[in-house]
């Protein structure tokens, strides 16, 4: 394979890892919100929004700090930046509303869906 084939494959398939990075997102929030007491998404647009606000927060978030967000792949700084990024997404994002403690709520149930759905969602 050329060197210019293999960067137009490469171009492709990390368009399509940031896509299904960002399906995955919606829907382990939406799950998430259906489950958690205190937090709604209104539309679908909402939680397309809110979906790519969290993927930016947590790629921004991993970029300047190497830690995950994640409530159980970093233990207790993953769960707590898990909280913050669902909690700081609704000032962002029109039709998403969460308290403080549907955050922690959201981050524990977000990672233990998270945690069951398969494939590797790192960038």
């Known amino acids: 394979m050329s060197e210019s084939q293999s960067n ?6 990390t368009t399509w890892q940031i896509i299904g990075r960002l399906i995955a997102a919606a829907v382990v929030l939406a799950i998430t919100a259906f489950f958690t007491p205190g937090f709604s998404i209104n539309n679908f647009w909402s939680l397309a929004i809110a979906a790519i606000v969290l993927t930016i927060l947590d ?10 967000a994640s409530p159980f792949g970093k233990g207790f700084i993953g769960f707590a930046l898990a909280a913050v990024i669902l909690y700081v997404t609704q000032f962002f994002v029109a039709g998403y509303t969460i308290s403080w403690m549907a955050a922690i709520i959201g981050a524990l149930i977000y990672g233990v869906i998270d945690y069951f759905i398969p494939g590797n969602q790192k960038m």
């Open 8 to 13: 137009s494959y490469n171009g492709t398939s």
């Open 59 to 68: 790629y921004l978030i991993v970029k300047f700090t190497g830690l995950h």
